[in-house]
């Protein structure tokens, strides 16, 4: 594991995808990853190694749901689809895999919630975001948005100006 890439068993109930929404969630507030579904770690150390468990077929509509999850500060859902690759299921040691691409966020829609938290990616694992970071982030947004009036308009002329609301 780094800090662009979790590696998680395929969970046997639903109620076990909660890590792995806090890993997606961290990958897109953070500098996206990949979520590799289908392994399970053992041992800690030197002793640490992953066993191959493979991906389930009724976890297909869990996969689809990521794009679904996450929230703004206010707990409005958002459609994230755009930072959702299509997820990949592959074959592998005679069994398969899930594949789950996670696209960073740009910064205009930093940072996303997953069940009223914020997290980020740290080396190899997910760490809540500080509200001074959170706070930070969002006096960033700001700013963007304000500065966006300097960016060139494409196929503007001349023509187009109107100079009397400057004045």
Known sequence: ETDGLEIKPVPSDTGSWKERHKSVNA??????????????????????????????EEAEDKLKEFPKLFSDRKGAL????????????RDFQGGRVAVVYVDELPA???????????????????HRLTEAEIERQ????????????????????????????LN
Request: hydrophobic residues 35%.
């Open 78 to 89: 958002l459609d994230l689809r755009e930072t959702f690759p299509p997820p990949q299921i």
């Open 108 to 126: 205009d829609k930093k940072f996303v919630f997953y069940r009223g938290e914020a997290w980020k990616r740290v080396l190899t694992g997910d």
């Open 27 to 56: 990958f897109l507030n953070t500098r996206g990853g990949i979520l590799l579904l289908g392994f399970k770690e053992e041992g800690q150390g030197l002793t640490r190694r992953w066993m191959f468990t493979g991906y389930r």
């Open 138 to 165: 969002e006096e960033y947004r700001e700013e963007v948005w304000h500065a966006r009036e300097l960016q060139p308009v494409p196929n503007a002329t001349v023509d187009d100006l109107d100079l009397d609301p």
